[in-house]
């Protein structure tokens, strides 16, 4: 069978053909005898596509399991190799209409999102000028003017509407015919026909010198729709990215060691088990390995989430990503390639996506009835006044009323105006929503996770013993800290700037990878960095603090300590989530100690630790089956997974790139108690979207019997449909009136309690 083309947004697609040798780099083994393909379908935007694709697909014959990620449209899919070839796959979602290729992980997808969302916004542009052009002609005709100016005012208005509509009315044009053409039905199919029937009506008036012509409602109804759809995208397209910056973190080649000692350079995915890779400092590991040579300290934020380096030596695994700080190491490479730690990562945030993509909006559970009502209310009229002896003119022209009154701008309009109005709101507050499905998760959230660094405290560990150790000593102590990187030697740099000293110079400054710093001052030998480099006796005890050791010449040594400080408010915040009925869990990569130490402070009574991206997923995966909604607070890239699994999903703004990017909403604020503002926006955008809804539908059940009835025009329909669409903006605006939270005032009162507790401490 050939598969016809089909045009996406104006553009048109051809069939992807699986050929040769090259087939091979999209499929993986799935295991017992299964392969996976993962497809990019740029139509798997909705719901009710979600739900065909995998449907249809199942429905072949070896085919053994389809999902789809509506957030990335992405369709992921395992068969039988010895049952179905992969390009059956993609010819029967040609045959449904739906154009697929395999899907690159490292495609981001932002340069198609980026077309796509100029397209939309020249489309409002255009649509915009042409309505506020149009509607200041209809008013001087609505003012009285008559005959021969009455006539060339209309032409007037034609030639501005007509390209108008022809241009900004493409992507529901698009998407009905082909709808169409697949014998299925959806909202954009009464959209396009009460534009073009009102805008050729319009013609045929304007050509007959007839009184009333309604080229204002076409090119408005454009506008409104547009607003919305062009928000809509907005909001979907700012999710798409986040797999994508994880695979960004591997490594594109390696440097081999050949048996013979010999070094080459080969790319990462010919990496196989049992090959031996040299990685130099300040290269990401290209593979998963075990260290065979060296010591070094290593960035492990994707496996642990803590900003504080860990020290590998011979013997110890490292993984793809990780990030080598300070030394060489040599690695013997335990897994490569699809088998690493970190494509488990992205296949547990494609996982998690897919979970996630699954929620229905309300406006998307509407629309499955919402079209249908429409093409048969309209019908009907046609039909009815037919029957009862009316002219095809009357009659058409009460059908197009029909369809205009019903043309769904409010409904449309309904949750993009209360997500543009909250988001706006929060964001002044420095809370960014990112996806507009998060405020109605919000509102249904009964569970909260925290990840502890950088989420609930702010990721930047700061001196709390002793803090009254003599100036030389901290001064001498920052001149060797303030050649080092590590985030505890920055920190004691920062306490010395902060006290108003100036560090010391210190000369042949040197650092062993994983021990410490060492330099010479006055003849002094200085050193600073682990127990053991310090002569510092080893303890077993663990209290949850960080800490480095500084030995001055033959003198007793001085132990630092620091504490990752609480985020502003963080008690407060926990204090107010209880209170609004939320069950609290702190679950991080930490020590259990240092979990313990912030769970105990902040009353959270269920804490674990050492817990790695598997077993965070694993858990908010537990908490969802249990019919939880899970609001999952995370920042580090071993968050990514939990937070893309979670029901809804924040970050902090200084979380990792890929943690901002898998979060549905970004807090900004120094304040914990940006997350009871958003569940709080979120309730009351919940709740005034659904009475918009209830606006919308009750202006429909009024004016469409009124319509039907021949009792309205299609004039007074558009001004009717354009009235319901400002009641509801209107009613939006409403949100910006509750109360979110009380940011200042508990930073104030935070502040006061974290002086208090450093007061102790130096007790």
Request: aromatic letters at 6%; charged letters at 20%; proline letters at 4%.
């Amino acid at each position: 069978m050939t598969m016809p083309c089909c045009t996406i947004d104006g553009e048109f697609f051809q069939p992807f053909k699986l050929e040769g040798a090259d087939a091979e780099r999209w499929i993986s083994d799935a295991g017992a005898g299964q392969k996976r393909i993962e497809f990019l379908v740029p139509q798997a935007n909705r719901p009710a596509v979600m739900q065909e694709i995998e449907t249809g697909l199942m429905a072949l014959d070896g085919v053994k399991s389809a999902r789809v990620n509506l957030t990335g449209r992405r369709v992921a899919a395992t068969y039988d190799a010895g049952r179905i070839e992969p390009q059956a796959l993609i010819d029967r979602l040609g045959e449904m209409g739906y154009m697929a290729r395999p899907f690159d992980p490292r495609e981001t997808g932002l340069t198609r999102d980026d077309r796509e969302g100029a397209r939309l916004l020249k489309a409002l542009a255009v649509s915009g000028f042409a309505a506020s052009n149009v509607m200041l002609l209809s008013v001087s005709v609505w003012s009285g003017a008559e005959d021969a100016t009455r006539d060339l005012f209309h032409w007037l208005s034609a030639m501005i509407a007509l390209p108008a509509v022809a241009y900004a009315g493409r992507p529901f044009f698009y998407s009905a015919v082909n709808a169409l053409r697949l014998g299925r039905v959806n909202m954009d199919v009464p959209i396009s026909l009460g534009v073009l029937l009102a805008s050729f009506m319009s013609l045929f008036e304007t050509i007959h010198s007839r009184e009333h012509a309604y080229f204002d409602a076409s090119v408005t109804l454009l506008f409104f729709l547009l607003a919305g759809r062009y928000l809509d995208h907005l909001m979907r397209a700012r999710a798409r990215s986040a797999i994508a910056q994880l695979v960004s973190l591997s490594s594109d080649g390696a440097t081999l060691i050949e048996a013979d000692g010999s070094r080459r350079y080969v790319a990462a995915r010919d990496l196989k088990t049992g090959m031996t890779v040299a990685v130099a400092a300040g290269d990401r590991l290209p593979a998963d390995g075990i260290v065979t040579v060296g010591i070094s300290d290593m960035d492990r934020s994707l496996l642990t989430g803590e900003t504080a380096p860990e020290t590998v030596r011979c013997g110890d695994k490292v993984h793809a990503g990780e990030l080598n700080m300070t030394a060489p190491l040599t690695i013997e490479v335990t897994a490569a390639g699809n088998d690493t730690f970190l494509s488990e990562l992205v296949r547990l945030m494609s996982t998690a996506e897919q979970g996630q993509s699954r929620y229905i909006r309300i406006a998307d559970r509407l629309a499955r009835f919402y079209s249908p009502a429409v093409h048969t209310l309209a019908a009907g009229t046609l039909a009815g006044w037919l029957l009862l002896g009316n002219g095809w003119h009357d009659s058409l022209m009460a059908a197009i009323a029909v369809l205009i009154i019903t043309c769904p701008c409010a409904l449309g309009l309904a949750v993009p105006a209360v997500q543009v109005v909250a988001s706006g709101r929060l964001f002044r507050s420095g809370v960014m929503i990112k996806d507009g499905a998060a405020l109605e998760k919000l509102s249904a959230v009964d569970t909260v996770i925290f990840d502890k660094t950088g989420t609930l405290t702010r990721g930047e560990p700061s001196l709390v013993s002793p803090l009254m150790v003599s100036t030389d000593t901290l001064a001498l102590a920052a001149g060797l800290a303030q050649s080092s990187r590590h985030p505890l030697s920055v920190a004691l740099v920062r306490e010395v700037n902060r006290r108003g000293l100036k560090p010391f110079t210190v000369s042949d400054i040197a650092e062993q990878p994983g021990l410490g710093l060492s330099g010479t001052f006055n003849g002094e030998q200085l050193r600073l960095g682990s127990r053991a480099w310090c002569g510092v006796e080893e303890t077993s005890e663990d209290k949850g603090l960080l800490e480095f050791a500084f030995r001055r010449g033959t003198r007793p040594p001085v132990l630092f300590h620091f504490e990752d400080a609480l985020r502003s408010n963080a008690e407060g915040t926990i204090r107010d989530l209880k209170a609004m009925g939320m069950d609290i869990h702190l679950l991080s990569g930490d020590r259990e100690a240092a979990v313990h130490r912030v769970a105990d402070r902040l009353d959270i009574d269920t804490a674990v630790s050492r817990a790695s991206p598997q077993a965070k997923l694993a858990y908010v995966d537990a908490l969802t089956k249990t019919g939880r909604k899970v609001l999952m607070v995370g920042d580090g890239i071993n968050d990514a997974a939990a937070l893309a699994a979670g029901f809804t999903s924040m970050a902090p703004a200084t979380a990792s790139d890929i943690g901002r990017t898998a979060a549905e909403t970004v807090f900004m604020t120094e304040s914990a108690d940006a997350v009871v503002a958003a569940i709080r926006t979120g309730r009351r955008s919940q709740k005034i979207a659904k009475e918009n809804f209830g606006l919308a539908v009750g202006y429909n059940v009024l004016a469409v019997p009124l319509a039907m009835a021949g009792l309205v025009s299609p004039l007074v329909a558009a001004i009717a449909m354009s009235t319901s669409s400002i009641i509801v903006i209107a009613n939006a605006l409403r949100v910006g009136l509750g109360r979110t939270g009380s940011a200042a005032a508990a930073s104030q009162h935070s502040g006061q309690q974290a002086e208090a507790h450093r007061m102790r401490n130096a007790a």
